[in-house]
């Protein structure tokens, strides 16, 4: 997927992974049959990242509570330089 007739990594890609890794990352403190979903993005996508250079997403769990899980902090990381800076 690119960004119109760039060949980028495009935004919606993105928020795609962005989304996998926070799945990922608060799936050990929910329950068997438990799921989780966002109800808001707030994003910058602040470099582009031409097609096939690595990019990685990693989000991480700061606190939760019993009930209340908080959105874990997410950010994107290309070859080159930060994508999106650290959010919640």
Same mark, same amino acid.
Do not use: W, Y
């Given at each position: ?9 495009? +935004? ?23 799921? +989780? ?24 769990? +700061? ?20 994508? +999106?800076?650290?959010?919640?």
């Amino acid at each position: 997927m690119g960004s119109g007739s760039v060949a980028v990594f495009a +935004t919606p890609a993105m928020l795609a992974l962005m989304e996998q890794a926070a799945c990922h990352s608060i799936k050990d403190v929910l329950d068997e049959g438990e799921i +989780t979903v966002g109800t808001a993005v707030n994003i910058q996508h602040m470099a582009p990242t031409p097609v096939g250079l690595m990019v990685i997403a990693t989000a991480e769990v +700061t606190e939760c509570s019993d009930r209340e899980v908080p959105p874990p902090s997410v950010q994107m990381r290309g070859s080159m330089r930060e994508i +999106t800076p650290r959010f919640h």
